[in-house]
């Protein structure tokens, strides 16, 4: 018995490909855990499972055919309710959105959806993706707080709930969820990722981001993402061709630590300080 919540998203897509595991039973793998801690963790915006199942289907049938398969067929991939999609609301978080959807995907739904993954559902943002606290709770501990705005994308992905997830980041929101979490969260250079498609908060520092468990994973999917795009003028033409590879190999050098003590230092808890 494969344990699935142990592959890597790359080896879950190498697996789908050989015929070692089905999408089907991926997806139902994930809706277990779904229904056991959704409603301690409120990660998600939109779930529909039979939708999932149905789309998890379809890429099963389409591995069968024989066509050549994207480098995520197969594989859920969760997405932020800013990000739009046809085929579910996308809310913004906001009671203002409530049941609507976008006209169009956005540009990185499409691009995901070309390397066959499947969005498995909206995941749950600070209202407008901006200071409002959100529903979800922090898997770890459900008193505390899961980091925003980008909260359901890093919660989905510690909890088990999804495999990989996709944010976005103005101030923080994407690598201050994923430490407050203990996943891996990627923020790339400002103009690798469309925004095209996605809530707009600021021209100049929006980032589109991802999370996953381990390098690699944010790897895979950053190099199915990273693209130009004509409607999003900020993009760069960037090869992320070798992206892969290049992490496997593990770091360069040593990385170095600098910590400074700031005059805001002695406003911490000793007990914080301490465990710092």
Request: net charge positive.
């Amino acid at each position: 018995m494969i344990d699935i919540f142990s592959l890597k998203a790359e080896e879950l897509a190498l697996k789908i490909k050989d015929a070692q595991l089905t999408s089907v039973e991926i997806c139902e793998k994930y809706i277990e855990r779904i229904n056991k801690f959704e409603k301690d963790v409120k990660a998600w915006a939109h779930f529909d499972k039979k939708l999932l199942l149905e789309k998890a289907a379809e890429a099963d049938e389409y591995r069968r055919s024989g066509k050549p398969l994207g480098p995520l067929h197969g594989v859920p991939v969760a997405v932020k309710d800013i990000v739009g999609t046809l085929d579910m609301p996308t809310e913004c978080g906001t009671v203002i959105r409530k049941g609507k959807s976008y006209s169009q995907n956005a540009e990185i739904v499409d691009l995901l959806l070309a390397a066959g993954a499947i969005v498995m559902g909206k995941t749950a943002t600070a209202e407008l993706a901006y200071l409002g606290p959100p529903k979800t709770t922090n898997p770890h501990d459900h008193s505390r707080t899961p980091g925003g705005s980008s909260s359901g994308s890093a919660a989905a992905v510690a909890s088990f709930m999804a495999p990989l997830s996709i944010g976005s980041q103005t101030g923080g929101s994407i690598i201050r969820p994923a430490s407050y979490c203990g996943v891996v969260g990627y923020k790339p250079t400002y103009g690798l990722i469309s925004r095209n498609g996605v809530l707009k908060t600021s021209e100049k520092l929006d980032h589109i981001g991802v999370f996953g468990r381990s390098v690699e994973d944010v790897a895979l999917l950053s190099k199915v993402l990273i693209k130009k795009d004509n409607f999003d003028s900020a993009t760069v033409h960037y090869s992320a061709e070798n992206i892969l590879v290049e992490t496997k190999k593990g770091p360069l050098f040593e990385p170095k630590f600098i910590f400074y003590k700031t005059d805001y230092w002695k406003n911490i808890e000793k007990k914080i300080q301490r465990s710092f």
